[in-house]
């Protein structure tokens, strides 16, 4: 009979014991494995945790790792457990919360698209309110509970018998009540009428006596008389009152049953990928949908922490605060608490709330039992009470020095040093603040973010004082401990470069000048001197002397600019590749440690400098011989030393060169007008008339007009007029008309195109469209000048009739001149109006940011560029319906994306693709398609397909400008 039950039974039906089997096996062989070690794993994680203080902390105390991929090993095991367990034990009830924890490991992976598609799976599949997903329990009750559910239906209708009951009798009573009232109040009334008749019949007897005879009634009283009496005789009966309708009573909602399912917590780790990949509005419905009543505990706790992320994440600083003070209230350990207070104090401290920083960075050091942490949060006290005004300068100071002192702060002496730096600084006093800053470099051993931090402060302070030789050191040592990720990354890498010539030049002025002072000592005299020079600068001689190589003129007068090359310099400060690889065999031996005076020493002293030359104090302090420089680089060095009038006249003309190019350099690469200025007077004032003065003069002239001093730089051009009458220059100075003239000349084009450049530089735009008009009987479709004269003339054109006009321009442009570099700049400038503000950035390395991967999954991304919400969604529709009229077999799937939400930059992703030709068939028919793909969109977008890996490195990057690059050069133009 059993045997016969058993075959009976459905095929999609488990017994109690088969059910049973399925869940002991799934979580002790599957699920707590796997949840054993994501403890493990997480624990790893946060003792490797490296915060950087100088940002605001992630809300997550496990993501901010040096190498992210360090567990890598033990979430591929994680992943394969729950998947073993999702297959064979399906009947189980931990099949969600494997879900969540493949989930989970790969977002600790950091691959976060991939576990979007896991819990957006999951979202669907594991619904309880979805009938047709695995978690969904049919409503009908049974056994016990349906016992239960009728007894307690049945005591509620029985409540509800008796309050009616209840009712009727007091709607009784209240109408006998109302019948009697009524009742004495008709009796009252007919003992006053009986009283009035017995007055009138009274009345009447009197008037007989008297002799009065009485009126006879008229017909109407005899009419009204039998009804009277008939009042008087009959009692009115009393209208009963309708029963009233029982009072409206709205039905209490019933609280919701916390969810007993891994539904609710799937559902966070969702929004938390979300936030990580900039699905702002996705993220926001799942964090509301989510409520703390309705939550088991463990996930209540991470629910106000990961809505505080969500706000910060979009710098919504505001509206994250009281997010995390609930998140202070519920989380679970001290460490937490002490976590969000001191990312509650960073925001207060963005938004200059001073004081509320300062009572949330105190409460961050009573929480947690993070060292590092109460250390940070009692250096965030002393900077804000110094902010707040609670404390002096002088008393912050005294703090910190004292906490130098303590032997719990020993290994903390780089971060006490930086923040005096840091408070000196905010106080105006750079000169104190570099010292504390070299100090904090000097006591760092390992703290590479704090080291960029502090060489960044460094490079800044003496950028602005002009001491730019001090500041291409600096800007080049932060470019080597700066993140690439940093956001300061790009402008400190500008920083370095466009410094890099200057301060070339710098240096070799001053090597130069050096060798001049040397030349007027005898032998005997300069013998300690030159010791004690080649000693603190570890220099070693030329072999040869080469002259610098003098760049082109400023990009402002011509247009394009010849760039420096000085690596042909031997000597091995100028030389880039030497420099290099003497950095690769110094760090080989030495390690990456700072570039200061007296490094070797193990009690080195600090020397700090504010970029002034205490050259003459060092040579006059030398003693003797250096023990580390040797007989024979002195020797050399001295033969450097100009011996005789026409090497001390090579020395000089290197000199004038250099302030000559440095001049240029000061206007071209940092647009400093005053310091070319004066770098230029004082190559003239020391040199006199130089072969540079003609485009000496023309530099002055135009430095001196951005400096606002008209009178100056007429000075300069009455002086290129005077003494060079037949130069381009005095010609563009003196004829606004000479561009008319150029076509008697031999080199006509370039002429043209000079002229009517400045003429756009000096605004005149109706003589530049004019001019441009003019040129197509000097400037041929083929010349190599007639692309450069129609990006000119599109952006007169726009100045002077508006957009419409400029973007029509730009667009004859792109299909006029293919494949230059012109095109490739209306395209920028296209892309830019459409939205797109990176459309300009130079993106570098791309072949090292991106890889090609024939063979794997590809997706094709249309990224739109501050698009409004209505055109974002007609756009996404005409693409859905071109997919369903030309892909409808491949069944391809929308998706959509934040690229950069502060640029308003969004994705609509179509995937997925099984390789990339396969993608490239989509792109090649959609571009030859491209009104119906967009259905006529008249905004600016790209399409361009992509690799999985390849996305997320453009998420990453924020930006779409790099792996359009890569795109265009890599894959399709090959």
Known sequence: MDCLAWQLKKRNETSKAGKFYHNTTAYYNGYWNANEIMKESLMQLRLANNDDYNKILEVEDFVSVDNPKMVKGDMDRIIEKVSTVAQLHEPSDWVDDCYVMMAKAQYVKQEYETAEETLEYFQEDFNPSNPYGRNYKSK?????????????????????????????EELKKEKAKQKEKDRKEKQKERERERKEREKQ???????????????????????????????????????????????????????????????????????????????????????????????????????????????????????????????IETAPNRNLKGRYAFIAGQLHQELKNTGDALKYFALADKYTNNPKMSFMSEMAVAKNGLISGQKTKEQVIKDLEKMLKADKYKDLKDQIYFTMGEVEQSQGNEDKAIVYYQQ????????????????????????????????????????????????????????????????????????????????????????????????????????????????????????????????????????SRQKEKGRESFNKQWG????????????????????????????????????????????????????????????????????????????????????????????????????YELDSYFYLYLDYLDLNDQAKANEYKDKIIRKYPDSKYTAILSDPDFYKKLRLQKDKSEMYYQTIYRLFENGDYVKVVSAVQDASNVISADNP?????????????????????????????????????????????????GGDKNAFLDVKNLDKMFQRDETSIHYVAAVTYNVNDDLLTNFKIAISEYNKKNFKQERLQLGDATLNIEENVQIILIRKFDNEAKAMDYYKKVKSEL???????????????????????????????GYRSYFETNILGQ
């Open 785 to 833: 000048y007639a692309p450069k004269m129609g990006l000119i003339y599109a952006m007169a054109k726009g100045n002077t009739e508006g957009k419409e006009a400029y973007i029509r321009e730009l667009n004859k442009v792109v299909s006029s001149y293919p494949n230059t570099p012109e095109q490739l700049k209306a395209t920028e400038i296209l892309r830019f109006l």
């Open 440 to 575: 904090s470099l000097n006591h760092n051993l390992a703290n590479q973010k704090l080291k960029a931090e502090a060489y960044y402060n460094i490079a800044n302070i003496h950028y602005v004082a002009e001491n730019y030789l001090l500041a291409s050191t600096y800007f080049d040592s932060t470019r080597m401990n700066l993140q690439p990720e940093d956001s300061r990354f790009e402008q400190v890498k500008k920083y370095t470069e466009n410094l890099e010539d200057i301060a070339y030049n710098i240096s070799l002025i001053n090597y130069q000048d050096t060798l001049l002072y040397f030349a007027n000592m005898d032998e005997d005299s300069r013998r300690k001197p030159v010791y004690a020079y080649l000693e603190r600068n570890q220099i070693k001689p030329k072999s040869d002397q080469e002259e610098p190589k003098s760049i082109g003129l400023s990009t402002k007068v011509i247009g394009s600019t010849a760039g420096s090359n000085f690596n042909n310099s031997s000597f091995f400060a100028y030389n």
């Open 201 to 327: 019949r009274k009345e009447a007897a009197k008037n007989r006596k008297k002799g009065i005879k009485e009126t006879p009634k008229s017909k109407e009283q005899e009419k009204l008389a039998p009804e009277t009496k008939n009042t008087e005789t009959q009692e009115t009966k009393t209208p009963e009152v309708a029963e009233a309708p029982e009072a409206y009573k709205p039905i209490e909602p019933k609280t919701p049953e916390k969810d007993k399912t891994a539904y609710s917590e799937g559902l966070l780790w969702l929004a938390k990928v979300y936030i990580k990949r900039e699905n702002w509005f996705p993220a926001q419905m799942i964090l509301e949908k989510l409520k703390p009543e309705m939550l088991p505990s463990e996930v209540v706790s991470e629910l106000a922490p990961t809505y505080a992320n969500f706000y910060i994440k979009q710098k919504k600083y505001a509206e994250a605060l009281p997010q995390l003070y609930n998140a």
């Open 592 to 691: 990456n440690i700072q570039l200061e005076d007296d490094w070797r020493r193990s009690e080195r002293a600090f020397v700090a400098t504010n970029g002034k030359d205490d050259f003459g104090q060092a040579v006059s302090e030398a003693e003797g011989t250096s023990e580390t420089v040797s007989k024979d680089a002195y020797e050399a060095y001295v033969r450097e030393i100009p011996s005789t009038p026409m090497k001390e006249q090579q020395v000089n003309d290197k000199i004038m060169s250099a302030m000559f190019t440095l001049g240029k350099l000061f206007r071209d690469k940092i647009q400093n007008y005053d310091k070319s200025a004066m770098t230029l007077e004082n190559m003239h004032l020391k040199y006199g008339p130089t072969p």
């Open 931 to 961: 009104a119906e793909f967009s259905g006529n969109a008249d905004f600016i977008f790209d399409v361009l397909p992509i690799s999985q890996s390849n996305y997320r490195k453009m998420m990453g990057e924020r930006s779409a400008v």
């Open 140 to 168: 009908k009750l049974k056994g016990k509970a349906a016992r239960k559910a009728k007894e307690i239906e049945k005591k509620e209708k029985e409540e509800q018998r008796e309050q009616k009951a209840k009712e009727r």
